[in-house]
Structures are given as C-alpha cells and as structure tokens.
C-alpha cells in the first residue's frame, strides 16, 4: 500500500530564516505530487505540482519554491521566510493520468509558525 | 477567483440524525468531484467521489448526489456519528492534474 510522509510535523521559524519542508511517498512510481497551504480557518491552497523529476509548476507567486530531486521526493523551500508564511503545509499524491482515478491523498502535514 | 464554495462554514446535527453538506461551483468543465474529511492537525482523508456522468454515489454511510444544472453537490452523512465531527472539504477538477477545493464546513454531531 502507498504510504506519504512529511516532517517535521511542528516547526517555529524566525522571519527572515531560511525553510526546507521534505515529502516522500512510498509505495507507487510516478507520481503527481502536490505542496498545499492551509491558513487558519481556510480551505487548501495549492502552491505547487510536480508530474515528474525536475518538473514543477508554480500556483501562487510568493517568496516559496519547490523541488522534486527523485521520483518519490517532494521538498518545499524559503530562503526568507514572511510572517504570512505561517500556516499548515500539506504533501499529497495521485496516481499518474491514465493509472486511476482523480483522488489525491494527503500526508499528515507540518504547522509552521513565523514568529 | 473562487471556483468551489462551501457557504455554510459550520452545521451541527444530533447523533443519528442526517448530516447534509452542500457545495456549489461555477467552472462548467469541472467534471470530477470529491470530498474529504479533515480532523485538526491531520491531513485530508479522501471520503467519495462522483464523476459528472453520475448523479448519485454512496458508499456505506455517505452518499454524494450532483446536479450539474444547478452546478451543486450534496453530501449526505446518514446516520451521523460523533467521529463524524471534522471539517469537510468539496473538491473538483477539470483535468488530470489539480483539484480545487472550498473553503470547508465544520461538522458537529451532538450526542
């Protein structure tokens, strides 16, 4: 069965501080993979996919980026962080077009807070 | 631009009673819809989906009904349960690649 992993699960950063958030996923090859953003008290906010390595694509302009070194590895980055970075990341997964149906299925996140 | 809207950011309902949540969107080429349901520090659980060749989905508890004219779907949660208390995410996509999701309900089943 397929597993996805993110960490860490819980990070305080100062404003101004560099950020690297990792995903991986087990158990599938060629993924889609997903970085998401939930602020308080609103609905996910895709930020990045990637359909393969070294192929990401960008949502939202902002001061994040995103890599994707290996097949099964997904990794979230800030040189700076902003204040407005704060908020809860999440790594999902689909299977790729053609291999099933549209569900992404989400890791257990990381709540990031920019003090 | 907000393409999925979940109007009623909360519902409470009684244990065993039904639970039903509504979303309305407005990209007519959305033709795939999901819901998920999120417990606080958690990731989204994918819960059913529907495609828009179908009108109606059920999966034990839950069932998804769509209404494509009126470009709405309904999640019915029958009978509610307190661990069915969590937020819970509408879902579409166009294509093969993104999902664009509402900004939630949270969900409080009473005992």
């Known amino acids: 069965s397929q597993t996805i992993h993110q960490w860490p699960a819980t990070l305080v950063q100062p404003v101004g501080s560099p950020l690297s958030l990792e995903c991986t996923v087990e158990?599938?090859?060629?993924?889609?993979l997903y970085w998401y953003r939930q602020a308080a008290g609103r609905g996910l906010q895709l930020l990045f996919y990637s359909v393969g390595i070294g192929q990401i694509s960008s949502e939202v302009p902002q001061n994040l980026s995103a890599s994707r070194p290996q097949d099964r590895q997904f990794i979230l980055s800030s040189k700076k962080l902003l204040l407005s970075d704060s908020g809860f990341y999440l790594c999902?997964?689909?299977?790729?077009?053609?291999?099933?149906?549209?569900?992404?299925?989400f890791g257990p996140g990381t709540r990031l807070t920019v003090t | 631009d907000q393409q999925v809207k979940q109007n009623s950011p909360s519902l409470s309902v009684q244990e065993g009673r039904i639970s039903i949540l509504n979303c309305d969107y407005t990209n007519s080429m959305f033709d795939y819809f999901l819901w998920y349901k999120k417990y606080p520090a958690e990731g989204p659980t994918f819960l059913i989906s529907i495609s828009s060749i179908k009108d109606k989905n059920e999966d034990g508890r839950f069932t998804v009904f769509l209404n494509k004219s009126a470009k709405h779907l309904s999640l019915h949660i029958v009978p509610s349960q307190p661990g069915d208390s969590a937020v819970y995410f509408c879902a579409a996509s166009s294509n093969d690649y993104k999902l664009s999701f509402g900004a939630g309900t949270t969900v409080t089943v009473r005992a």
């Open positions: 158990g599938t090859s060629n993924p889609n």
């Open positions: 999902a997964w689909r299977a790729r077009p053609g291999q099933g149906a549209y569900e992404q299925y």
